[in-house]
Nanobody
Framework: QVQLVESGGGLVQAGGSLRLSCAAS????????MGWFRQAPGKEREFVGA????????YYADSVKGRFTISRDNAKNTVYLQMNSLKPEDTAVYYC????????????????WGQGTQVTVSS
């Protein structure tokens, strides 16, 4: 079992930055790939990015590439999402997820989900 708790969301102006954290419980955190997804009101959950279990590989949605960076610290059981140059369209609830599937952008590849943290970007 892995429990995930996101933090770091909030209100920021367009062009600003936020760093989300996702703290995981459990001794097997380092064996899981970690993903970030987001869901805006009235929209489906969408892939934001993912990082392999070792941290050696990262993957991003085209909409955030070059602006968002995922990293992880396996010693701290934590994964991060650094978000720069934020846009109003980045407004959503952001979720982290842990999984061992191979299709990083597919929510079905993840077994555990956090409760989400709200990010609101004002124009």
């Amino acid at each position: 079992q892995v429990q995930l708790v996101e933090s770091g969301g909030g209100l920021v102006q367009a062009g600003g930055s936020l760093r989300l954290s996702c703290a995981a419980s459990g001794r097997t955190f380092s064996s899981y790939a970690m993903g970030w997804f987001r869901q805006a009101p009235g929209k489906e959950r969408e892939f934001v990015g993912a990082i392999s279990w070792s941290g050696g590989h990262t993957y991003y949605a085209d909409s955030v590439k070059g602006r968002f960076t995922i990293s992880r610290d396996n010693a701290k059981n934590t994964v991060y999402l650094q978000m720069n140059s934020l846009k109003p369209e980045d407004t959503a609830v952001y979720y982290c997820a842990a999984g061992r599937g191979i299709y990083y952008s597919d929510p079905g590849s993840y077994d555990y989900w956090g409760q989400g943290t709200q990010v609101t970007v004002s124009s």
